[in-house]
């Protein structure tokens, strides 16, 4: 029933720039915080960036200063402005969030992930 889609990943060269967004939806359900992870090759998935309902963020040291996460509550869609990209960002990046449902409480829910490339 819910479902969360990430879009915006692609080839980009370092130090360019690529906006990811996360659209959700399906049955009557409220969100509160949401992220961005992310998986490289031969590596576990990492937090990148978190945001809360009330807009409070928060950033992996790795993309602090070159990414930036929002939300808009309206459409139940998140984003994450990546700049200055670096090939260690080339990763499968994923949407997460905390989905309130009527009748059953919270659900962690995941996308499908999107690819980020970034050449050297």
């Known amino acids: 029933q819910v479902q969360l889609v990430e879009s915006g990943g692609g080839l980009v060269q370092a130090g360019g720039s690529l906006r990811l967004s996360c659209a959700a939806s399906?049955?009557?359900?409220?969100?509160?915080?949401m992220g961005w992870y992310r998986q490289a090759p031969g590596k576990q998935r990492e937090l990148v960036a978190t945001?809360?309902?009330?807009?409070?963020?928060n950033y992996a040291d790795s993309v602090k200063g070159r990414f930036i996460i929002s939300r808009d509550n309206a459409k139940n869609a998140l984003y994450l402005q990546m700049n200055s990209l670096k090939p260690e960002d080339t990763a499968v990046y994923y949407c997460?969030?905390?989905?309130?449902?009527?009748?059953?409480?919270?659900?962690?829910?995941w996308g499908q992930g999107t690819q980020v490339t970034v050449s050297s």
């Open positions: 399906g049955s009557i359900f409220s969100i509160n915080a």
């Open positions: 945001i809360t309902r009330g807009f409070s963020t």
């Open positions: 997460n969030a905390e989905i309130v449902i009527p009748g059953y409480g919270l659900y962690q829910g």
